[in-house]
């Protein structure tokens, strides 16, 4: 395992509410992303982080923030839930040396 | 614009049967070109990076190939065990990202 774990694993949301997800690693690695997976789109990269503090937006960033204030932890936030973000979210780690990425076990959530 | 395509979107196997996956791509300077294994409700699993054309990895039943225009992921004489999503993606110069493609859906039946 890359030591990488997700909180929630499981969420079910009404429209309009603030969610968040946790990304939790111990690899201190610097980087990290937030993709989304649907049907029909494959891996969409949503924010990532390039280290404390820095981050920048991927290829599905509306409506969708993130932080990061530690190493070790990665914040990914919808501000007002809607139905298209129904989906199913991976927080992603990659080291300084390396291109490839790890990935953890995923959040399934589901906006109603 | 980086562009990763995969074919097919699907392919079962009789075990022992063995075939080979595409992923054809597209970038602007390529750094890296990866393969990853995804079992249904899980996080997809690195199996091999390829970083120029030419280059070949293996792992158990997988060998993994490269050209400038497309990867190729071989598998030898599969088992059940093998049936997974299987997922390529690439990682140009400039960015700080991968670019997936849709993934291959492998079934093999005993």
């Known amino acids: 395992d890359a030591g990488i774990t997700q909180s929630p694993r499981h969420k079910v949301t009404e429209t309009g509410t603030p969610v968040t997800l946790r990304c939790h690693q111990t690899e201190n690695h610097r980087y990290m992303y937030w993709y989304r997976q649907d049907p029909g789109h494959g891996l969409r990269l949503i924010h990532y982080s390039y280290g404390v503090k820095d981050t920048d937006k991927g290829e599905v960033s509306d409506g969708y923030s993130v932080s990061r204030s530690k190493t070790e932890d990665f914040l990914l936030t919808l501000e007002s839930a809607t139905s298209s973000q129904t989906s199913v979210y991976f927080c992603?780690?990659?080291?300084?040396?390396?291109?490839?990425?790890?990935f953890g076990p995923g959040t399934r959530l589901t906006v109603t | 614009e980086d562009q990763v395509t995969q074919s097919p979107e699907a392919l079962r196997l009789q075990e022992g049967e063995s075939s080979s996956l595409n992923c054809s791509y597209t970038?602007?300077?390529?750094?890296?070109l990866f393969w990853y294994r995804q079992d249904p409700g899980k996080g997809p699993e690195f199996l091999f990076t390829l970083y120029s054309a030419g280059e070949e990895k293996e792992k158990e039943r997988l060998k993994a190939t490269l050209t400038k225009k497309e990867s190729f992921l071989h598998i030898t004489a599969p088992k059940p065990e093998d049936s997974a999503t299987y997922l390529c993606a690439v990682h140009n110069q400039g960015a700080q990202k991968l670019v997936f493609g849709q993934g291959t859906r492998l079934t093999i039946n005993p």
């Open positions: 970038v602007s300077g390529l750094r890296g």
């Open positions: 992603a780690i990659r080291g300084l040396d390396t291109y490839e990425q790890y």
